[in-house]
């Protein structure tokens, strides 16, 4: 395209009449083509025609029909929602942006203010005990994924196997942070206890007390807290809106967490790492995925066309790594941008922290936002059951 081709943001929410998050949308399904700005690469440039035509087939209307299979690809909103908002490259949760929290909010403060607690704090409640069994079923499930360890620990904790049907949702608020408190240990194979969380990581993960990786974690864990009706969010709500208990609801989020197209990204940025330090060449390795045709996991969201404020937040946090380093600059040169998947793993390798601990941190984090997710959904009182249009093969 060339520089009369295209336009830049404001110009192109101001012609469709939308804001920045759905113009993201549009880029995201492949309906407006979007390329960085020659004069600022932390800008996008989005195709004049692209957009015109937008304009124009929303002139025309669209079939009912259709614009719902829309909604789920990246689509339009499909419900309305007060926990978080993604606009203009900000993640803000309750209005309040989840970069600034993350330097000074607790982790636990800011669950609470998903959860629209108010001036009521949910952690003050005293600890359920969890049983005997804990120990017990942690060793044996000590070998398996993160997944399954929860979906068998998560309901040893007294109450999370309670339906969430009729029940008023701050009565459930302490109830939610023993089990978020219950997820961080069943993670890292720690008992349950009220303990800051990230402490409860560190402590599992062999990182000194009061040391400023501690903090690195309670960032992370703030910044992964929600990111608004996400795959794994949805799962939740769907789960909540048949009336099962919180904890259904959090192994059906865990479940789609641990797909590759979501928190097990986290896997595959591993994986890009692990090439790098076989050859000893970024450049080399980026070359060699784009002419096999395969993917450069952790870099560019849909959402965020000018870069991830997640991922520059935790970035600006660590030490220079040289391969790190050498992989931004490989890819960037492509007009790509690191993520948090790839953020999470650069923080990984540099705590020196298990393999797999980026997956955790994800896991641990979101679960203040799927809890989020259930409370709404449980005001909303609606069984979530959308209809599917039958295509018949005979016609």
Known sequence: MSAVDVIDAGEAVERLGVSRATLYAYVSRGLVRAVPDTDDPRRSLYSAADIDGLVTRKRRGRKPERIAASTLDWGLPVLTSRITRIEGGVL????????????????????????????????AASMPAVGDAWDELSRLMAARSLPERCGVLLPLMPGASATLWRREPRLIWPNGAALLRTMAAAAVGRAPRPAAIEEVLAEAWG?????????????????????????????????????????AALAGGLAALSGPRHGGTTSLVEILFDEIERTGDASRVVDERLWRGDLLPGFDHPLYPEGDPRAVALLGRLPPDTQRDALIAAVSALGKRPNVDFALVSLRRALRLPR???????????TAGWIAHALEQLEDGRLIRPRARYDDPQE
Do not use: I, K
Request: proline residues 4%.
């Open 92 to 123: 803000s949760y309750r209005g309040r942006d989840a970069t600034e929290l993350a330097n000074v909010a607790s982790f636990e403060a800011v669950a609470a203010l998903l959860w629209g607690c108010g001036d009521s704090d949910p952690f």
């Open 356 to 366: 797999g601990a980026a997956f955790t941190l994800f896991a641990v984090g979101r």
């Open 207 to 247: 990182l000194e007390p009061g040391h400023p990786s501690v903090d690195h974690l309670r960032a992370a864990l703030v910044l992964l807290a929600d990111h608004e009706l996400n795959a794994s969010a949805f799962a939740v709500r769907v789960v909540v809106s048949t009336g099962a208990s919180l904890a």
